[in-house]
């Protein structure tokens, strides 16, 4: 089965950096849209980034455009999201989500096929 793993979450100062990984393991996912997704405590999920595997192609929204950094390493099947110039609104459980319909960038939320558990990620002021 499809399996994604999220690491390298924790507690950071604000306008530190973090590197959040994503290793998807049981499929093949060269075809695949790799999101990272993140939900603050009592807000609704935002995709803060998304990127296609097939062509390398990024998506950002607004909110961390210029500040989070999405990309993948085939060989080792993970996708990273570097995370620079924290903000206290950064503060969120950050989600790995994953589509093999090839269009999981452009469909957000409900094109996302796998989700990982979550991992914690706080900015503190």
């Known amino acids: 089965e499809v399996q994604l793993v999220e690491s390298g979450g924790g507690l950071v100062q604000a306008g530190g950096s973090l590197r959040l990984s994503c290793v998807v393991s049981g499929a093949t996912v060269d075809n695949y849209d790799v999101a990272w997704f993140r939900q603050a405590e009592g807000k609704g999920r935002e995709a803060s980034s998304c990127i296609k595997i097939s062509d390398g192609s990024t998506y950002y929204a607004d909110s961390v455009k210029d500040r989070f950094t999405i990309s993948s390493d085939n060989a080792k099947k993970t996708v990273y999201l570097q995370m620079n110039s924290l903000k206290s609104e950064d503060t969120a459980v950050y989600y790995c989500?994953?589509?093999?319909?090839?269009?999981?960038?452009?469909?957000?939320?409900?094109?996302?096929?796998?989700w990982g558990k979550g991992i914690q990620v706080t900015v503190s002021s």
């Open positions: 989500a994953a589509s093999s319909s090839g269009n999981g960038c452009r469909r957000g939320y409900f094109g996302m096929d796998y």
